[in-house]
């Protein structure tokens, strides 16, 4: 039988990439302290790696497709096929920073007044690219995690950032981004290059992608007179316009549309008020353009 060798990340993207596959049809079963881990799809086998690890892993063949950070593969500096770019991250829906931080009480100011000092991070090779691009020497040191906790022990620290509330609570102030990151579904050229491997790995791209996009959504159904349609449209506010089909009374629709789940408590008293009935609300797995 043919299969899919898929890299999931351990550490702090493990339970938002599990929750995401099952959403997209892929449950992962098995323990999360467990490398290895079967999916609801017997043809694409899951193994769990760092996500620091992964690029390589996948780029020496040793996993068709594996998902991990832009950041760790700019880090590894290996070749790579980017199957699809999947924006999410431990808490949100957005990119992660990689930023250049110091204690609130430190006297520097930019990047340049960093010249011989020492710096303090896990993301070795992109940060001394971008010393170099700003023509600033400063020595670079390899941290072991906990990187904030070492902000007073050396001079600066670059680190990653998903909402800025751990540099907060270390008093930490940010100078400048170092680079931004978004999680990328990358492939092995060889697996790539095989028709069965990049239809699968194309097909999970879609799913996850649509995964993604219906977070945060809902779907929407009313029933409404038809006189009254244009009244409820105006208050919709739609991916694209809404479905609208005719009931067995003529003189009745039904609609039916996607809206963020922000503004649902707000919305449905006034579709109410609009004339609309039977309003049912439902949740979305999926939404694929």
């Known amino acids: 039988m043919n299969m899919l060798k898929l890299g999931l990340p351990a550490g702090s993207l493990s339970e938002s990439t ?29 193994i769990r790696f760092r996500a620091q690890e992964m690029a390589r892993y996948v780029a020496d063949g ?32 957005t990119p992660v ?17 960093l010249e011989g000092k020492l710096i303090a ?57 170092v680079a931004t990151s978004t999680t990328k579904f990358i492939a092995n050229q060889a697996a790539w290059n095989d028709p069965w491997k990049r239809t699968k790995m194309e097909n999970l791209a879609m799913l996850l992608q649509g995964a993604i996009n219906a977070k945060g959504k809902v779907g929407l159904k009313m029933n409404i007179e038809t006189s009254k349609i244009e009244d409820v449209l105006r208050l919709l506010p739609a991916m694209r316009r809404p479905t609208i089909s005719q009931l067995a009374e003529p003189e009745w629709s039904a609609i039916e549309t996607i809206i963020d789940e922000s503004v649902v408590r707000d919305i449905v008293p006034e579709l109410k008020r609009a004339g609309a009935e ?10 694929i353009p």
Do not use: C
């Open 62 to 93: 040793v996993l068709d497709a594996g998902i991990t950070g832009q950041d760790w593969i700019d880090e590894s500096g290996v070749e790579l096929v980017e199957v699809a770019e999947l924006i999410y991250a431990k808490q949100k829906l």
């Open 121 to 177: 991070t896990e993301l070795v090779k992109v940060t001394q690219r971008y010393f170099h691009h700003h023509g600033v020497k400063a020595r670079i040191e390899f941290s072991w995690g906990a990187t904030e906790v070492k902000a007073r022990l050396v001079d600066a620290i670059v680190d990653v950032t998903e909402t800025g509330s751990s540099l907060r609570a270390n008093n930490l102030r940010v100078i400048d981004t």
């Open 97 to 113: 920073r990689w930023v250049l931080a110091v204690p609130e009480e430190s006297v520097f100011q930019s990047v340049q007044d």
């Open 18 to 46: 599990t929750a995401l596959m099952a959403k997209a049809g892929f449950e992962i079963f098995g323990s999360s302290r467990s490398y290895t881990a079967n999916t609801a799809d017997p043809e694409v086998s899951a």
């Open 278 to 287: 039977g309003i049912i609300e439902y949740p979305l797995n999926k939404v």
